[in-house]
């Protein structure tokens, strides 16, 4: 069973930062891709940054140059430096692993969502 585990959301003033960090479990062999998508309030959820295993990364037009991705292979983690804050960018963050391999499948996992609220 592999479950995706987020952390590092919370309230915070404009020009802020905050930290966001997932950490997938379970008996894992390899994740393709690890990422952070966004929701708003009355909006779809969209990409925010990804990572592939290969280090390539993908960020929203939106973060460019305001938020950075980082991941652990070895521990299956990924995080999000999210610097200058603005309160378009408030939403539930939700950590992604694309490509998940175990012993039986490969699969993709979704966390279960954390807050941030960027006040203005």
């Known amino acids: 069973q592999v479950q995706l585990v987020e952390s590092g959301g919370g309230l915070v003033q404009t020009g802020g930062s905050l930290r966001l960090s997932c950490a997938a479990s379970?008996?894992?062999?390899?994740?393709?891709?690890m990422g952070w998508y966004r929701q708003a309030p009355g909006k779809q959820r969209e990409l925010v940054a990804t990572?592939?295993?290969?280090?390539?990364?993908t960020y929203a037009d939106s973060v460019k140059g305001r938020f950075a991705i980082s991941r652990d292979n070895t521990k299956n983690t990924v995080s999000l430096q999210m610097d200058s804050l603005k309160p378009e960018d408030t939403g539930v963050y939700y950590c992604r692993a694309e490509g998940v391999r175990t012993t039986a499948t490969q699969s993709d996992y979704w966390g279960q969502g954390t807050q941030v609220t960027v006040s203005s």
């Open positions: 990572m592939h295993a290969s280090d390539a990364t």
């Open positions: 379970g008996t894992i062999f390899g994740i393709y891709v």
